[in-house]
């Protein structure tokens, strides 16, 4: 019995249990897009530091009558905003003018603001825990 005891303490000891980390779905709505040219580039970032600069996840949505939308899968519990820009030109890129203003429509999580610059992760942010997060963004 004490022989039994100690084989089954050495397998609990040697067994790795991993557990598996709850992930949830987001399901984008962009709204109000002026036309149906080009597509809609979306782009998930995962902190403050990589806002608007390094994508935790992008994509691109199909524009059907002035909507679009996007899901993002496997998504870790934590906090993200998302940044949509309207490719009218389907070259890849947000056009800026002159003065680095862009000239193409753009969106954020929380249809946070962009004025006077991007907008801010503070007002962008939004939490994802569990349960599928929609975001409606308005162009």
Known sequence: MIHLVRILLLLLA???VHAQEET????????HIDNDEGQMLIGL???????LKKLYKGTFGVIEYGSSSAIFKDVPSGTYAISVFHDENNDGKL?????GIPSEDTGSSNDAPAMFGPPKWE?????????TVKQVIQL
């Open 24 to 31: 949830t779905t987001i399901e984008v709505e962009i709204t």
């Open 45 to 51: 970032y995962d902190s403050e530091s990589n806002w």
């Open 95 to 99: 056009d800026t003018n002159f003065f």
């Open 123 to 131: 007002d962008a942010k939004f939490e994802v825990k569990g349960r």
């Open 14 to 16: 040697t067994t790795v």
